[in-house]
């Protein structure tokens, strides 16, 4: 009796362990790193917006949206 129990158990973890490994748990699921609003900077010459990553840094911590901007730096306006 005990090798039949055996040989049935061994079946089902046998058979659990494959329609595990075919489903998949679901757990890798990877998300884009979308950047928010608060990675958005103004150029301070032109008022232009853009992703902080591609603004360019001036002094006094303003961004510029292109070298030119940067080197004429901040809009009369203000
Ligand atoms: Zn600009």
């Known amino acids: ?30 998300r884009r790193r979308t950047p928010g609003p608060e990675a958005m900077v103004s150029c301070a010459h032109c008022g232009l917006h853009l992703p902080r990553p591609d603004a360019l840094e001036g002094e006094g911590g303003r961004h510029y949206c292109s070298v030119e901007h940067r080197r004429l730096g901040p809009g009369a306006s203000g």
């Open 1 to 30: 009796m005990i090798k039949w129990l055996l040989t049935i158990a061994i079946v089902v973890i046998a058979l659990m362990l494959w329609f595990g490994k075919g489903r998949g748990g679901g757990a890798a699921s990877q």
